[in-house]
């Protein structure tokens, strides 16, 4: 069964609280190391039937910048690699 996670941005300014919301929204692994290597392992092992929606990014995006554009990279990667995974982004 579809697992749906809405993750609202607004707010979010730095990587930490960036990684500190990931842990509080989604269902990650315990030993998860709060880096983008994690969170692709996370999407790849765990993220079966995740429908992760990310929205309000405007702001974090543009905070984060390239952090932010490797974020959306290793989304679109874990996605390739686990077809039960799904992410959008959302302004």
């Known amino acids: 069964m579809e697992k749906v ?5 607004t707010g979010i300014s730095t990587t930490d609280e960036l990684q500190d919301y990931l842990v509080k929204e989604l269902p990650l692994p315990e030993y ?3 880096n983008l290597d994690a969170l ?8 079966d039937d995740w429908n992760i929606i990310f929205y309000n990014i405007s702001g974090a995006e543009e905070k984060l910048g390239q952090y932010f554009d490797n974020i959306k990279r290793v989304c679109s990667d ?6 039960k995974l799904k992410v959008r982004f959302y302004l």
């Not at 996670?5 to 941005?9: D, E, G, K, P, Q």
């Open 40 to 47: 692709y392992d996370a999407l790849t092992e765990a993220g």
């Open 32 to 34: 998860y190391g709060r």
């Open 78 to 83: 874990a996605c390739l690699e686990n077809h």
């Open 5 to 9: 996670f809405y993750l609202n941005l």
